[in-house]
């Protein structure tokens, strides 16, 4: 009878709590590490980021001062009636090229364009009669001016909030892909953490099981258990070795998971357990603040904001639109017209010039109307985007906080349910061992540790789950 009891505690003592298992080689923050440095996702996000934000860098530099040269050759024959010697009506087959050096600048707090520059244009006449002025130059050194296509119109301003907002939302991406490979990677190493401990429980329980056929079998031969009792233990080996079948199947798949995540070699079998962190992190953060955070953290919302304000945009540039369209157009320079060209850059009178122009839809069938109108509609449905948006990002903030919450709390029950399962299972294995129970007492007293333990372990892989999107939402350090 002694040596039955020293085989049962001999087994039990391989069932320790989990602070006391094995010792990791491969941490969280090393996982996550190599995540972040080898996952497409990255890669893709970085490259995105980089986009964005080379189109934002080029939008600024447009807003910038513009030099630009300009030439422009042209050709063109004039065929008219021969008969006749009216100017207008010769034939002329005409050369010309125009050299434009122009300084531009938008004017950001109007609309408009404001510009200064200077040019040069030489036109070869080629006729039957070689009279006349078979050459021309136009020569204008400065020319200054102001041009705006809508009055009352300012995309600049618009554009502006609009990359802005675009911009801040690539940033955001990015920042919200590495967190969200953090929580995948969080999830699938607590995963295999938690696959780890059930493997080893179960690897526990049939050995114990072994122990325990072995002694029933000693006991049946002098006739101390019953055949039901020793058909009984031998049905529980065998369950035990069903269940450590499927655990080493779900230990392997977890550990194939973690690899492929990270891009590695297949990790061992003989991986040592995962660490998991004894002491929770606190979660002291309001559901006001978890909501407000995870708004503006959010991708999504920015870039939904982002369209909503690309939305105002049209249905202020429609709207103005939809009335006379006045476009102006005014410049002041200095022009000279001569057969050579330095003549042309001699005797330079002044010239103003000044375009407006009015479009003024007479009988368009409402088409400026329905685009506003189109527009406003696009604005409002925008506008329940975002609220909507936002209304999903608060539900999700909300009840993953509430999640983690309830998870703290359970963690800790559970944790107090191991020990006392454990301590009822070591009396009733005592009890076992000396002959006080029989082996459904026994039997039941491992199971319900069992169930706690795997509950424990359930727990213990929700709450880091939980704990590390509440992070992905948030960002918090």
Not at 356 to 368: E, K, N, S, W, Y
């Amino acid at each position: 009878m002694m040596k039955n009891k020293i085989y049962i505690r001999l087994t039990l003592l391989c069932m320790l709590p989990l602070g006391s298992w094995g010792q990791t080689s491969l941490t969280l923050d090393e996982v996550i590490r190599l995540a972040q440095d080898s996952a497409i996702t990255a890669f893709q996000s970085r490259q995105e980021y980089r986009s964005r934000q080379a189109s934002y860098e080029a939008f600024e530099a447009l807003r910038k001062p513009q030099l630009s040269l300009k030439v422009v050759p042209n050709y063109s024959r004039i065929v008219s009636d021969p008969t006749r010697d009216y100017v207008y009506l010769r034939n002329y087959d005409i050369f010309s090229t125009s050299a434009q050096l122009r300084l531009t600048q938008k004017v950001l707090p109007f609309g408009g364009e404001a510009y200064v520059g200077t040019q040069a244009i030489w036109s070869e006449f080629f006729r039957e009669s070689a009279s006349g002025y078979p050459r021309q130059f136009v020569a204008s050194p400065l020319l200054v001016g102001y041009s705006h296509s809508l009055l009352g119109y300012n995309p600049f301003r618009w554009e502006k909030r609009v990359e802005d907002q675009r911009l801040l939302a690539a940033r955001r991406q990015q920042e919200y892909d590495l967190r969200r490979i953090a929580e995948e990677a969080a999830i699938r190493y607590f995963r295999l953490a938690r696959q780890q401990r059930m493997l080893q429980m179960r690897q526990e329980e049939l050995m114990m099981s072994d122990t325990l056929l072995s002694i029933a079998r000693e006991k049946a031969t002098i006739a101390i258990v019953t055949l039901a009792e020793l058909h009984a233990v031998e049905l529980q080996q065998q369950n035990a070795a069903n269940l450590l079948a499927v655990a080493r199947q779900e230990e392997l798949k977890a550990r194939t998971e973690l690899s492929s995540f990270l891009r590695i070699k297949p990790t061992p079998a003989a991986l040592p357990l995962l660490d998991i962190p004894t002491t929770p992190p606190p979660t002291d953060h309001t559901a006001a603040e978890v909501v407000g955070r995870a708004v503006s953290n959010s991708p999504a919302y920015q870039q939904q904001l982002a369209e909503l304000t690309e939305a105002r945009h049209q249905e202020d540039k429609t709207n103005k639109e939809r009335g006379v369209n006045i476009g102006v157009d005014v410049n002041l320079g200095l022009q000279q017209v001569s057969n050579t060209l330095g003549s042309a850059y001699k005797d330079q009178r002044l010239y103003a010039l000044g375009a407006v122009q009015f479009t003024i839809p007479l009988i368009d069938h409402g088409a400026a109307k329905k685009r506003h109108a189109a527009a406003t509609a696009w604005v409002e449905r925008q506008e329940s985007a975002l609220l909507e948006a936002e209304r999903r990002l608060a539900e999700d903030a909300t009840v993953t906080l509430q999640k983690l919450q309830t998870y703290r709390a359970m963690l800790e029950s559970t944790r107090q349910t191991v020990e006392l399962a454990e301590e009822a299972f070591n009396e009733t294995a005592d009890n076992y061992a000396n002959g006080l129970c029989d082996i459904n007492t026994f039997t039941l007293a491992q199971s319900r540790w069992a169930t706690a333990y795997n509950n424990y372990l359930t727990v213990m892989e929700d709450f880091w789950t939980t704990h590390y999107h509440l992070q992905t939402l948030i960002q918090y350090e």
